[in-house]
């Protein structure tokens, strides 16, 4: 008897089959552009073998590159190596990122199967950052697909010129219909303290990578924020962020978003927001604990009295494999006010504009020179398609000879007939009897001219060429004539 070489594992290959069976392409995808949020996004655990379809943008590839960490592969990467004019300013780069579709592209070549959505991390306080991030929101919009943006502003110890490429992205997001923005400023993300939900800290951007893995579990989470924006017409957020926050010791969801409220990511007043997105994340253990209901109680007190809010969207809670009672909430906050925030950054930058206008790129009071791309028309579905070839498999192809022509195609064409209102105002109703009678003479011309096609009787019987021409008149009656119209006489 043959000793056996091994035991068979039937767990290892149930979890074999399973990830075969998982699909080739993610349904979501993420566009990362700039040094700083590509760097944070790579940084564990930012990115996993989990993570959609990671696109890195960036001036050079080969910078890209030395960023990675050892086995991670990107989906796809667009440097501007080989541009060699300066790309300091938004206006410098938009030319080359407007033209370039390859990420795009490739994305339609990767599946049949259309896209979830799209996130777009990215900073704009450089010539990449915020010329990409208006120009690819517009990209998808024309492809027909939904993104959400996460915008980082320039810190205020940043310079003049890096404020002056940020208002720049926010004045062209605001002509792109449908365009989401979630905005955070630089100096309170980098301030921001927390825990995770195994309890380790979270420091600085780490919590922007936070946020962005939250809303990666959710996986329609960019089409409803798409949704309740485009009702409402709001296209600038902020969130407000509740990272790791056990239930035994808060208490309850009150008391973790009274934390949250003290650790924004943007100044704003809340009492001016109008829209809200709510996303949780929970163990199973708290399934019970925290209904649906209860979630939707606890988060309508809370806001009361502090914002009246048009509506209120809390999308259906992620259940995570966690044994702990560590939470996690996401609050999408919208349609605050915003004046405060582009009068200051107008003011900041308006010694750059006079060079953006000299270059065209802006016009006299300011505004940007951005044309959103035309949506692309739907592609026509197998049913369509059938609909339309139809006529083309019924049309009659066999070729038509000098006997089998109508009457109708060998006529020469006569002139238009007037229409009825100009009839009825240039003839007067004397005349009608005249025009009538005109109309019967002609009709008896007609016949005679029929009459007289017909060959005379003779002590043969015709021929069915003959037959064929003595019936043709009967069938195919000359075009009547266009009715004419008499002149009033005085």
């Not at 070549?109 to 208006?134: N, Q």
């Not at 380790?200 to 798409?226: C, H, M, Q, R």
């Not at 919208?334 to 750059?352: H, I, P, Q, V």
């Not at 064409?413 to 002609?442: L, Y």
């Amino acid at each position: 008897m043959k000793e056996a070489k091994g035991t068979f594992n039937v767990l290892a290959s149930v979890e074999k089959h399973i990830e075969s069976l998982k699909p080739l392409l993610p349904k979501q995808a993420i566009v990362c552009i700039g040094e700083y949020t590509i760097k944070n996004l790579l940084k564990a655990p930012g990115v996993d073998k989990h993570s959609p379809l990671p696109i890195l943008i960036e001036k050079s590839s080969d910078e890209i590159y030395k960023w990675m960490p050892k086995g991670f592969n990107p989906y796809y990467v667009l440097d501007f190596d080989d541009v060699k004019n300066e790309m300091h300013f938004w206006y410098d780069v938009l030319p080359y990122v407007s033209k370039d579709n390859s990420v795009i592209e490739s994305l339609k070549k990767k599946s049949l199967e259309k896209l979830h959505g799209a996130i777009i991390y990215s900073s704009v306080w450089d010539g990449i950052g915020s010329a990409s991030l208006p120009t690819f929101i517009s990209k998808f919009r024309t492809s027909r697909i939904n993104s959400l943006a996460i915008s980082i502003l320039p810190s205020k110890l940043q310079p003049i010129d890096t404020h002056f490429n940020a208002y720049a992205a926010l004045q062209m997001c605001q002509t792109i219909e449908g365009a989401i923005v979630l905005l955070l400023d630089k100096d309170h993300l980098e301030r921001y303290q927390g825990v995770n939900r195994q309890g380790a800290p979270i420091k600085g951007a780490d919590a922007a990578n936070y946020l962005v893995n939250l809303f990666l579990s959710k996986e329609t989470l960019v089409d409803e924020v798409a949704e309740i924006a485009k009702t409402f017409n709001i296209k600038l957020f902020t969130p407000l962020l509740v990272t790791g926050a056990s239930h035994k010791i808060y208490g309850s969801l009150e008391n973790m978003l009274d934390t949250a409220l003290l650790k924004p990511f943007f100044d704003f007043d809340l009492s001016t927001a109008s829209l809200l997105y709510v996303l949780l994340r929970i163990p199973p253990t708290l399934k019970d604990k925290l209904p649906r209901d209860k979630i939707e109680n606890a988060i309508v007190n809370w806001f009361s009295g502090k914002a009246t809010l048009k509506s209120i969207y809390i999308t259906e809670p992620v259940y995570t494999e966690d044994m702990n009672d560590r939470v996690d909430i996401a609050l999408l906050i919208g349609g605050f006010d915003t004046a405060k925030l582009f009068a200051d950054m107008e003011k900041k930058t308006a010694s750059l504009k006079s060079k953006a206008i000299d270059r065209g790129a802006m016009v006299q009071d300011g505004q940007i020179v951005f044309t959103p791309e035309p949506i692309e028309p739907e592609a026509k579905t197998p049913k369509d398609a059938e609909i339309t070839q139809k006529p083309e498999e019924t049309k009659d192809e066999t070729p038509k000879t000098e006997e089998t022509l109508s009457s109708a195609e060998i006529t020469t064409p006569t002139e238009e007939a007037p229409s009825v209102s100009e009839q009825t105002s240039t003839i007067p109703p004397a005349d009608n009897v005249a025009i009538i009678a005109e109309e019967a003479e002609a009709t008896a011309e007609q016949v005679s001219e029929n009459t007289s096609a017909i060959p005379a009787q003779t002590g043969t019987e015709p021929s069915a060429a003959s037959l064929e021409k003595m019936e043709e008149p009967k069938e195919q009656a000359k075009p009547r004539r266009a009715r004419r119209t008499r002149k009033k006489t005085s």
